[in-house]
């Protein structure tokens, strides 16, 4: 067997047939009574029943006074490390919201901000930009990212919603999802069926690189960046986003169908699209915001297995599936497509900076994977001649988290508020100004980056830039390299800590609902066989 041939394997079962094929229902039989030596055991027997009769009525009584008496309340399994830092990563993005906060917030230190963005703007299309998420430890709203992040959090919900159900989070990061849909439909005529301009950016790079200043103080007026022609990669990523957030809150039909109606006329805006194909370069394999390749292919792969669509699909999608296999591989320790620092991270970005997006981003694929395989009664995959187990591909995403949580030669948590140790220095203006101070300038709140103290907010839940290619962390303010964070890098994370957390079981992927509204693919009629010629 080659490849994992959907063909040659026997038609997935469904969770009570397997249960009832492992473990077929025992024929009733007395086990202890042999019939050669009943007369000798039956008064045994009668006292052991006797006995077993008298112990469960005492146990249920005293289960019951135990119940009726007053009691403390009975404490909750601790939760495990990955739901813990769930919950804080997901607290980011509260840390991150642009705009009129909702009333709860929870975040002490943010106030509303930048509430004009595009109502002056003098090239007067867009009445009202405010809202969205800023990207990083800057004020800058970048909708390319911005949507990739909001597209990982709808799939990792759309998989995993029992997982958030059972931390507590489902509606948390529901409300995370429609702050970020919401602001989309401002950025083009989301009720017109075509468009011609949509926007891309809200503030500048420049202005934001050159001040240092809480975004709730800023009150110049922001740029607004149009994107008119070619803007086929944002729109088809902002159609990503509105097309999986309307699948998260499908239950919200008509909010849905705004979201589907809005993703569909973005995806016409520029039907032109390249796939990046990135074969033969050394970010194949690589996920990130800027490449969604593996995402896709991922993405084509679970079709395959869930849906085996067939002919004229199949095959297209066995080809995904295999590289899909590839990419998996190319993450095992066992091969050298990617080096590791000697604490092991795994070093997506060659060694530059800033590696911990894409060790989280892979993490949460190659969990997904393996959830996907087993969800397909499939056990593992290949890699060359070698077969590779599921676990392969969990203790890789657990070996990438554990080491951004605390497991990394620095003894450092990576996402800030977890452990006992985590940077204490966020490159981040909101986080590194205090709420008390009055308005600060653009250059006077240089010394607030320049400063040696820590940081007078505690940002929750960020995941910084991370350490680098020697497992080597400076906890510095002015340093981007080590200490920033960024909205991507933490929608990765979210998404691996949710696939990782709770209970492992054998069905923790919600197989259905995904493609639920996708039509059959199978033709009507196959096509008819070749005729026959002797
Ligand atoms: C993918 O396909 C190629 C060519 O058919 C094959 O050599 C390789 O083993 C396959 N890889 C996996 C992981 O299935
Ligand atoms: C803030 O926390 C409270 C209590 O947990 C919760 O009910 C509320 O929804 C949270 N607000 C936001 C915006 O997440
Ligand atoms: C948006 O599109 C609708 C429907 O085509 C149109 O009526 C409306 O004028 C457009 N709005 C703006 C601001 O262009
Ligand atoms: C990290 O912890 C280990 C074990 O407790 C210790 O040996 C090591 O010195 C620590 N490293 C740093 C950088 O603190
Ligand atoms: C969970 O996190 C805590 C705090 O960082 C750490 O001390 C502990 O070893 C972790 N537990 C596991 C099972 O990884
Ligand atoms: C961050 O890393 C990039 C790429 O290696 C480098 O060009 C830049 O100078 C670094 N920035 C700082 C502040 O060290």
Same mark, same amino acid.
Request: hydrophobic fraction near 35%; aromatic fraction near 12%; charge should be neutral.
């Given at each position: 067997?080659?490849?994992?041939?959907?063909?040659?394997?026997?038609?997935?079962?469904?969770?009570?047939?397997?249960?009832?094929?492992?473990?077929?229902?025992?024929?009733?039989?007395?086990?202890?009574?042999?019939?050669?030596?009943?007369?000798?055991?039956?008064?045994?027997?009668?006292?052991?029943?006797?006995?077993?009769?008298?112990?469960?009525?005492?146990?249920?009584?005293?289960?019951?006074?135990?119940?009726?008496?007053?009691?403390? !309340?009975? $404490?909750?399994?601790?939760?495990?490390?990955?739901?813990?830092?769930?919950?804080?990563?997901?607290?980011?993005?509260?840390?991150?919201?642009?705009?009129?906060?909702?009333?709860?917030?929870?975040? $002490?230190?943010?106030?509303?901000?930048?509430?004009?963005?595009? !109502?002056?703007?003098?090239?007067?299309?867009?009445?009202?930009?405010?809202?969205?998420?800023?990207?990083?430890?800057?004020?800058? !709203?970048?909708?390319?990212?911005?949507?990739?992040?909001?597209?990982?959090?709808?799939?990792?919900?759309?998989?995993?919603?029992?997982?958030? !159900?059972?931390?507590?989070?489902?509606?948390?990061?529901?409300?995370?999802?429609?702050?970020?849909?919401?602001?989309?439909?401002?950025?083009?005529?989301?009720?017109?069926?075509?468009?011609?301009?949509?926007?891309?950016?809200?503030?500048?790079?420049?202005?934001?690189?050159?001040?240092?200043?809480?975004?709730?103080?800023?009150?110049?007026?922001?740029?607004?960046?149009?994107?008119?022609?070619?803007?086929?990669?944002?729109?088809?990523?902002?159609?990503?986003?509105?097309?999986?957030?309307?699948?998260?809150?499908?239950?919200?039909?008509?909010?849905?169908?705004?979201?589907?109606?809005?993703?569909?006329?973005?995806?016409?805006?520029?039907?032109?699209?390249?796939?990046?194909?990135?074969?033969?370069?050394?970010?194949?394999?690589?996920?990130?915001?800027?490449?969604?390749?593996? &995402?896709?292919?991922?993405?084509?792969?679970?079709?395959?297995?869930?849906?085996?669509?067939?002919?004229?699909?199949?095959?297209?999608?066995? $080809?995904?599936?295999?590289?899909?296999?590839?990419?998996?591989?190319?993450?095992?320790?066992?091969?050298?497509?990617?080096?590791?620092?000697? &604490?092991?991270?795994?070093?997506?970005?060659?060694?530059?900076?800033?590696?911990?997006?894409?060790?989280?981003?892979?993490?949460?694929?190659?969990?997904?994977?393996?959830?996907?395989?087993?969800?397909?009664?499939?056990?593992?995959?290949?890699? &060359?001649?070698?077969?590779? @187990? $599921?676990?392969?591909?969990?203790?890789?995403?657990?070996?990438?988290?554990?080491?951004?949580?605390?497991?990394?030669?620095?003894?450092?948590?990576?996402?800030?508020?977890?452990?006992?140790?985590?940077?204490?220095?966020?490159?981040? /203006?909101?986080?590194?100004?205090?709420?008390?101070?009055?308005?600060?300038?653009?250059?006077?709140?240089?010394?607030?980056?320049?400063? /040696?103290?820590?940081?007078?907010?505690?940002?929750?839940?960020?995941?910084?830039?991370?350490?680098?290619?020697?497992?080597?962390?400076?906890?510095?303010?002015?340093?981007?390299?080590?200490?920033?964070?960024?909205?991507?890098?933490?929608?990765?994370?979210?998404?691996?800590?949710?696939?990782?957390?709770?209970?492992?079981?054998?069905?923790?992927?919600?197989?259905?609902?995904?493609? @639920?509204?996708?039509?059959?693919?199978?033709?009507?009629?196959?096509?008819?066989?070749?005729?026959?010629?002797?």
């Amino acid at each position: 067997m080659q490849e994992l041939d959907r063909a040659t394997l026997p038609p997935p079962l469904d969770a009570t047939r397997r249960s009832w094929l492992l473990e077929p229902p025992q024929p009733k039989k007395k086990k202890y009574v042999d019939l050669g030596c009943i007369l000798v055991s039956r008064k045994i027997f009668l006292w052991t029943l006797g006995a077993v009769l008298v112990t469960t009525l005492l146990a249920g009584s005293i289960t019951m006074i135990v119940r009726h008496m007053p009691h403390h !309340k009975q $404490t909750e399994p601790k939760p495990d490390n990955y739901t813990v830092a769930l919950r804080k990563a997901l607290m980011f993005f509260n840390a991150q919201k642009s705009g009129k906060l909702p009333e709860h917030n929870n975040v $002490t230190w943010r106030g509303d901000s930048c509430m004009k963005d595009g !109502k002056d703007h003098t090239g007067g299309f867009y009445k009202d930009l405010v809202g969205g998420y800023y990207d990083a430890g800057d004020a800058t !709203k970048f909708n390319f990212p911005m949507s990739y992040a909001m597209t990982m959090l709808s799939w990792s919900v759309i998989e995993y919603s029992a997982k958030y !159900k059972a931390a507590g989070e489902l509606d948390h990061v529901k409300e995370l999802i429609k702050w970020g849909a919401d602001y989309f439909l401002e950025t083009f005529n989301s009720s017109a069926d075509t468009i011609d301009v949509m926007v891309e950016q809200v503030g500048s790079g420049h202005d934001d690189h050159y001040c240092w200043m809480r975004p709730e103080d800023i009150d110049n007026e922001r740029i607004v960046t149009p994107c008119y022609g070619s803007c086929s990669h944002l729109g088809a990523e902002m159609a990503a986003a509105l097309a999986s957030a309307s699948i998260v809150f499908k239950d919200n039909r008509v909010y849905s169908q705004k979201l589907v109606h809005g993703a569909k006329t973005l995806y016409n805006h520029d039907m032109a699209r390249k796939a990046g194909a990135f074969w033969n370069s050394p970010d194949y394999g690589v996920s990130s915001w800027d490449n969604k390749l593996p &995402g896709a292919q991922l993405f084509l792969t679970r079709l395959r297995l869930f849906m085996s669509p067939g002919f004229p699909y199949e095959d297209i999608l066995s $080809t995904f599936h295999n590289q899909t296999g590839v990419v998996m591989c190319s993450y095992l320790p066992y091969f050298t497509r990617f080096k590791r620092t000697k &604490g092991g991270l795994i070093q997506l970005n060659h060694g530059e900076p800033q590696p911990l997006q894409y060790a989280a981003t892979a993490a949460f694929l190659a969990a997904l994977y393996s959830d996907y395989l087993d969800a397909a009664d499939t056990p593992g995959w290949y890699c &060359g001649p070698n077969f590779y @187990s $599921t676990h392969v591909l969990r203790d890789f995403a657990r070996s990438q988290i554990d080491y951004i949580l605390g497991k990394n030669p620095q003894n450092m948590s990576y996402v800030v508020d977890f452990g006992q140790r985590y940077p204490r220095h966020v490159h981040h /203006k909101g986080a590194s100004i205090p709420k008390s101070v009055k308005k600060e300038s653009c250059k006077g709140g240089w010394k607030w980056r320049d400063n /040696k103290r820590d940081n007078p907010n505690t940002i929750v839940g960020a995941m910084v830039a991370g350490p680098d290619k020697h497992d080597g962390f400076h906890d510095l303010r002015s340093n981007y390299n080590y200490t920033e964070p960024t909205l991507a890098g933490n929608a990765g994370l979210v998404a691996a800590l949710v696939a990782l957390s709770g209970e492992e079981t054998l069905e923790s992927i919600d197989k259905n609902t995904i493609f @639920s509204a996708v039509p059959p693919l199978t033709p009507a009629t196959p096509p008819p066989p070749a005729p026959w010629t002797p």
